[in-house]
């Protein structure tokens, strides 16, 4: 049985009595001719990629050739050493380390894309954050991100995850979606608050543009990614008390294309509209370029 769908992923758990990541880990070792414990080992690899991107990019205030970013996450980490963030500590760290990757990528450094590079900071900040917040053991720390891939995986399946095809729903969007499945894994939750807190996610972004400044992975970018990180861990919140999302996973991925399709071409990465065209956008566009020259 193939899994195209997430009412699919769900029958398929029920029926073999297994929980998401491990119906991801079994199609991802049967689809790669390896063993799951191999499979495991790379989603291992992963893991490590995305602690070692944070550790980089926290240390670091190097800004982009641009000039615009690269020290937000700077400016995060020294201010809460003085007064603390208003939701405590794992807020701290899940907003520090969302940017610390964001900008570790406009600095052309290693990243995981998670599913995309302008999205890279949305997963690894919430599974990092919370699992050092909470004590989670590695092995829940990677059935997490399992968790997160076939959700990734399935969206995938119906639309592409990129900006220039639906716009940031389907990176930023997705990437919260993909979160949230995760932490619920994380924090105990079973199949069905797992989908419904993917669900929560992403119905609640729905629309979201992709209207970078100058075509950088910069603005708005990078905030995007703390941002969209703390959606998901309200996703998860929710889902784990009960709270339910009326409209099912599926037909939220269908409207995310639909709303992808009918979203203007000006609004999907070309930088032709949105945020890229206010007048502050267009004077650093001069600016930059005139530099560049």
Known sequence: MAILSFSDLEEKCILQNKTIYEIAEYEEAKLSEVDIDVVRLKVLEDLLAMKEAVKNGLKSKEKAISGW??????KLIENFQKRGAIFGKTFEKITEYALATAEENLRMGRIVACPTAGSCGIV???????????NIAEAEQINGLLTAGIVGLIVSNKVQLAGAVAGCQAECGVASAMGAAALTQMLGGGVKEIINAAALALKNILG???????????????????F???HAVT?????????????PMDEIVDTLK???QLMSPLLKET????????????????KLFKKKQ
């Open 258 to 260: 639909i709303t992808g």
């Open 235 to 247: 996703a998860a919140e929710l889902a784990l008390c009960g709270v339910e999302s009326k409209i």
């Open 124 to 134: 690894p900040s919430v599974i990092i954050a919370v699992s050092e917040e909470k």
């Open 228 to 230: 969209l990180a703390v």
């Open 69 to 74: 970013c690269g020290d937000d996450c700077a």
């Open 208 to 226: 979201l543009t992709c209207d970078p400044v100058c075509g950088l992975v910069e603005v708005p970018c990078i905030k995007r990614n703390a």
């Open 271 to 286: 930088s032709l509209g949105g945020l890229a065209k206010t007048k502050t956008a267009q004077t650093l566009e001069k």
